[in-house]
């Protein structure tokens, strides 16, 4: 649940930043920041849904009597949770992508730049 409600509320700030525009007034790479937030995300999504799949087998191995609708809710709280993994994970990838886009387009600009000093 602290996973959850700590990925909702910090990318519904950054989702409202960006949509008002105050991503520009900031000067900042948000790639960057957008890469690593992500990527930080998928991993908590992966140890807590690692987690809640080991207490299921705890308690299938343990002969514990948990009922059939909490195993499902189990069940259905992993796989969302890995299907967050990935989504966060490709958030962070494309991040990452166009950061590395952005740094290659400043080096050539810089490049030219120093050419031109040079005449």
Same mark, same amino acid.
């Given at each position: %649940?602290?996973?959850? #409600? #700590?990925? *909702? ?9 960006? =949509? ?17 937030? &992500? @990527?930080?995300? @998928?991993?908590? &999504? ?6 809640? =799949?080991? =207490?299921?087998?705890?308690? $299938?191995? %343990? ?10 809710? #189990? ?9 967050? %993994?990935?989504? &966060?994970? %490709?958030?962070? *990838? ?17 490049? *030219? $730049? $120093?050419?031109? *000093?040079?005449?």
């Amino acid at each position: %649940m602290f996973i959850l #409600l #700590l990925t *909702l509320l910090t990318s519904l700030v950054v989702w409202i930043t960006s =949509a008002i525009g105050l991503l520009l007034i900031f000067p900042l790479n948000w790639y960057i920041i957008d890469t690593v937030l &992500y @990527s930080v995300f @998928s991993f908590l &999504y992966l140890v807590g849904s690692s987690l809640v =799949a080991s =207490a299921f087998d705890f308690y $299938e191995k %343990m002969g514990t009597d948990v009922s059939t609708p909490t195993v499902q809710q #189990l069940i259905l709280c992993v796989v969302l949770g890995y299907i967050c %993994m990935f989504v &966060y994970g %490709m958030s962070g *990838l494309i991040g990452y992508k166009q950061w590395r886009i952005q740094y290659r387009l400043f080096q050539r600009r810089r490049l *030219l $730049e $120093e050419d031109d *000093l040079d005449i």
